[in-house]
């Protein structure tokens, strides 16, 4: 029987987010941004984590009560042989979820069906825009929105339990986008997720001014599609939910800037070289490699991750201030954690 961690605001550890890699085929304005990352250098394989290694750390987290499991990168379906680390995990006793983060560009059936054969239950893609002058401004590598579109397709075609879109919104950006997206997405059967632009690592030049908020979001989608508050399926939900009045479906707003939810966070997360990250916007992790690597007993990793949940007390978006927000501090990129 799992041991359930609790931190020192007595928040369980219930999640874990496994970043495969650390590339990406997009380059998308948010995110990684050519300014920064074209010409960086990134990580060779040899200083990932193996599918081996990346189930062990699984493992003792699950026998601490983690149940849900989801793969990030940068764009986890870059990294080689996906399927095999799927089975893996699925494989792993107490695991009842597993998910993947992708922007869907790589999707075929072929390869939808072989990740849902593999154990992959559902499916987090994400998708900033519906016209492709928007869409290539933001993925800033000219790829067409439709091969997204035909990716997203081609998932739903094998089965997965849940197909979910998230549309990062940035005012100036893709803030007219809000209205077709969530017309497009009524009555699909995938649920179409709003987030408010976040101020993740520092090379995104977020400001507040370039927030829309879950409120306006929300209020313009009723004014067009009458929507009304959904009760969350379970604590520490990121979305609030939302459904359309005429039985359309239902969207999800998430809003760590205006209606921050560290309460109930129960999240970890664990980057392609092993540093286990407690909170999205972090400015340093736990090396886990190491002791990964070395010629130890299991019980270092084990106590390795229960000092380091245990001692937990991030609540960033709860404290965020200006002066926090520009902090000579260096945070984590989104692209080294997957979100």
């Not at 492709?132 to 997965?160: C, I, Q």
């Not at 929507?227 to 399926?233: D, L, M, R, S, T």
């Not at 239902?250 to 980057?271: K, N, Q």
Request: with cysteine.
């Amino acid at each position: 029987m799992a041991t359930q961690l609790t931190d020192k605001f007595r928040r369980p550890l219930h999640d874990l987010r496994i970043s495969v890699t650390d590339r990406c085929n997009f380059r998308c304005v948010y995110c990684m941004p050519k300014s920064v990352f074209d010409g960086h250098r990134f990580l060779a394989r040899s200083e990932l984590l193996s599918f081996e290694e990346i189930e062990r750390v699984a493992r003792v987290f699950v026998d601490y009560g983690v149940k849900k499991l989801r793969i990030t990168g940068g764009e986890p379906m870059i990294r080689h042989q996906l399927e095999k680390l799927i089975e893996r995990l699925a494989n792993i006793p107490g695991v009842e979820d597993i998910s993947m983060t992708t922007n869907a560009s790589m999707m075929t059936v072929k390869r939808a069906r072989s990740l849902r054969d593999a154990g992959m239950q559902r499916l987090n893609v994400s998708l900033d825009a519906l016209d492709d002058e928007t869409f290539k401004a933001v993925n800033d590598v000219d790829f067409p929105v439709e091969r997204v579109l035909e990716g997203v397709a081609a998932a739903d075609s094998v089965g997965f339990e849940s197909i979910k879109i998230n549309m990062v919104v940035k005012k100036g950006m893709n803030g007219h986008s809000i209205v077709p997206m969530a017309r497009y997405f009524h009555g699909s059967g995938q649920i179409l997720r709003f987030i408010e632009f976040m101020d993740v690592g520092n090379s995104n030049q977020w400001n507040y001014d370039s927030v829309i908020s879950s409120r306006e979001i929300a209020d313009m989608i009723d004014a067009e599609m009458p929507i009304e508050p959904v009760q969350a399926n379970y604590r520490g939900e990121v979305a609030k939910r939302w459904r359309f009045k005429d039985g359309g479906g239902e969207i999800g707003i998430i809003s760590s800037v205006t209606e921050p939810f560290c309460g109930d966070c129960s999240r970890a997360r664990l980057s392609a070289v092993g540093n286990l990250y407690t909170c999205l916007f972090a400015s340093h992790g736990h090396d886990l490699r190491e002791v990964i690597r070395a010629d130890v007993d299991e019980s270092l990793l084990r106590e390795r991750v229960k000092t380091i949940w245990s001692i937990r007390r991030d609540r960033y978006s709860e404290t965020r201030t200006s002066e926090s927000v520009i902090s000579i501090v260096p945070k984590v990129e989104m692209s080294h954690i997957g979100g």
